[in-house]
């Protein structure tokens, strides 16, 4: 009898501590150029973990600069991919500078980068792929950071920060590096040929959280058949951040696509929409982003710059959602 009741008094006590984890919340804010609004080169968010683990995906253009105080601490840093609306070749010198439209980005940050002096400031951890680590290594160093602090994570490989298990997945893209981030006569040979710099292909991430909660991280990516077979097979994302601006990556349809047929989360926040999508914080009607939350048979989140949205470990948002 004994020997019954102790098995199930402690697969009943990790149940409850299952439940007890789901029910912490993973806070999702986004760091846009214009607060309260979603505008044009938006793509920033800082992603925290129930533990405290805070994660700040695609720094751009858009975070102010390392001393931003929307940061707060930052334990890892991702970059999709090298491309400067993403890697950050400039930033907007104040908060709501310039239009939602058309933002201003007037503080260059070439050839350093935004995304570098970030993670040397906060002494994060830089999680990147394909041929990216050894490129970045050597910028961090030369910016005052250590190499160590860049970790290479390529398809299929996972790093661990503070308890938040970052994957890497494939993107259909492309990751040339704009010779504004390299210097001396080798940038000016790629700059008079119209060439980038190869840094291997461009990536999304899948993030696991302590809570339970998946979250794939598009990137810029067209259709892949990963977001299939594995975003959804083998890690079964339960929230995605989607890029859905067109030209560039899948268009509102296309992303729509992705949602309903390849990953089948049970919510989605859309991102990287290249347009103003709100005014007054409220989606405009012929937007990009309409037609993405039209098309979409999960609920869209709209990411609101400064607004913070709440995931519990089932993917249900349980606070700050519009
Ligand atoms: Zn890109």
Do not use: M, W
């Given at each position: 009898m004994r020997a019954l009741l102790i098995p199930c008094l402690v697969s009943a006590g990790l149940a409850v501590a299952a439940s007890a984890a789901a029910a912490q919340t993973v806070k999702i804010t986004p760091?846009?150029?214009?607060?309260?609004?979603?505008?044009?080169?938006d793509r920033a968010m800082?992603?925290?973990?129930?533990?405290?683990t805070r994660v700040l995906y695609d720094a751009g253009r858009t975070v102010r600069g390392p001393k931003d105080p929307r940061l707060g601490n930052i334990d890892a840093v991702l970059l999709s991919h090298a491309h400067g609306d993403h890697l950050g070749?400039?930033?907007?010198?104040?908060?709501?500078?310039?239009?939602?439209?058309?933002?201003?980005?007037?503080?260059?940050?070439?050839?350093?980068?935004?995304?570098?002096?970030?993670?040397?400031?906060k002494k994060a951890k830089l999680v990147v792929g394909a041929e990216m680590a050894s490129f970045?290594?050597?910028?961090?160093?030369?910016?005052?950071?250590?190499a160590s602090q860049v970790q290479l994570a390529r398809y299929g490989g996972m790093r661990d920060v503070g308890g938040v298990k970052i994957y890497s997945?494939?993107?259909?893209?492309?990751?040339?590096?704009n010779p504004a981030f390299l210097e001396g006569a080798y940038a000016e040979a790629l700059k008079e040929a119209g060439l980038t710099a190869y840094?291997?292909?461009?990536?999304?991430?899948?993030?696991?959280?302590?809570?339970?909660?998946?979250?794939?991280?598009?990137?810029?990516?067209?259709?892949?058949?990963?977001?299939?077979a594995v975003v959804r097979r083998r890690f079964g994302a339960e929230l995605v951040v989607m890029n859905i601006g067109g030209i560039f990556t899948t268009g509102p349809v296309e992303a729509a696509f992705v949602i309903n047929e390849l990953v089948k989360p049970k919510a989605v926040i859309a991102s990287h929409a290249n347009e103003e999508a709100t005014s007054g914080g409220k989606l405009k009607p012929g937007t990009n982003t309409a037609a993405?939350?039209?098309?979409?048979?999960?609920?869209?989140?709209?990411?609101?710059?400064?607004?913070t949205m709440e995931f519990d470990g089932a993917g249900s948002c349980t606070a700050g959602c519009s």
């Open positions: 760091l846009g150029s214009h607060e309260g609004e979603f505008c044009r080169y800082v992603l925290e973990d129930p533990n405290g070749d400039r930033h907007q010198p104040s908060a709501g500078a310039g239009t939602c439209a058309s933002p201003d980005f007037s503080v260059l940050v070439v050839p350093v980068s935004n995304t570098v002096l970030i993670t040397v400031e970045f290594a050597k910028k961090v160093a030369a910016a005052g950071g250590e997945v494939p993107a259909v893209h492309s990751n040339g590096l840094l291997g292909p461009p990536g999304g991430y899948v993030l696991e959280f302590t809570n339970g909660l998946t979250v794939y991280l598009s990137g810029d990516t067209g259709h892949t058949a990963e977001q299939d993405f939350t039209e098309a979409t048979s999960v609920p869209v989140y709209v990411p609101l710059s400064g607004r």
